[in-house]
């Protein structure tokens, strides 16, 4: 098994581009979570799915959009990028109440 | 949902035990507390988690409060490669998790 894997691993954008980061995870995993990590600071939580075809907001959601068309998948979205999004951005996953299984991270730049 | 608080570091002897506390004095009855690290800018490596019961596993001990408003996570004999950030955690109810900004241990040779 891979576990959660996050594509890509590095990323440089410049301020008002657009981009998809996508976490996939192959452990038939019901939720999944998106976080962000600035230096020094923990992990915040962005948005979240429970399921296949839903989504709900986490703590710092402005400036995301998030999809989850397939179980396996879900997707962060950047529609306009901005340099306070620059951020290491972790996807996770979980067997509903249970422990959540982290992937390697995606780290952005934006200048 | 409740938030924890940590020390911003701590120091441990290798072969010592290391002891984490936490804090998470607005914790609900129902909810969790995990602990997690974070090695360099890996992703957070699960470590143990509780309810109210004390609990032990093959990597630490969950030593919680009878009030549960507080933890301490047992590292029983620190190595070097135990040197991380150390994230104490309060599960939401969809299950969130909601980070402080943690320990960093240190394991001194």
């Known amino acids: 098994n891979a576990g959660v894997t996050q594509t890509p691993k590095f990323r440089v954008l410049k301020t008002g581009q657009s981009m998809t980061l996508l976490c996939a995870q192959d452990?038939?995993?019901?939720?999944m979570y998106w976080y962000r990590q600035d230096p020094g600071m923990g992990l915040r939580l962005i948005h979240y799915?429970?399921?296949?075809?839903?989504?709900a907001k986490g703590e710092v959601p402005d400036g995301y959009n998030v999809s989850r068309l397939k179980k396996q998948n879900f997707l962060l979205g950047l529609e306009s990028a901005a340099p306070s999004q620059t951020s290491v951005y972790f996807c996770?996953?979980?067997?509903?109440?249970?422990?959540?299984?982290f992937g390697p991270g995606t780290r952005l730049t934006v200048t | 949902d409740a938030k924890t608080t940590q020390p911003t570091s701590m120091d441990c002897a290798e072969g010592r035990a290391a002891n984490l506390p936490c804090n998470h004095s607005?914790?609900?009855?129902?909810?969790?507390v995990y602990w997690y690290r974070q090695i360099h800018s890996q992703g957070p490596q699960y470590i143990i988690h509780?309810?109210?019961n004390n609990e032990t596993n093959e990597m630490a001990s969950l030593i919680i409060t009878e009030d549960r408003k507080s933890s301490t996570l047992i590292l029983p004999h620190a190595t070097l490669r135990d040197t991380a950030v150390y994230y104490c955690?309060?599960?939401?109810?969809?299950?969130?998790?909601?980070f402080g900004t943690g320990t960093s241990l240190t394991v001194i040779p």
């Open positions: 955690i309060v599960r939401g109810l969809y299950n969130q998790f909601y």
């Open positions: 996770a996953s979980s067997y509903i109440s249970y422990e959540q299984y």
């Open positions: 452990m038939n995993h019901e939720y």
């Open positions: 509780g309810l109210k």
């Open positions: 799915s429970v399921g296949e075809g839903t989504t």
């Open positions: 607005t914790i609900s009855g129902n909810e969790y």
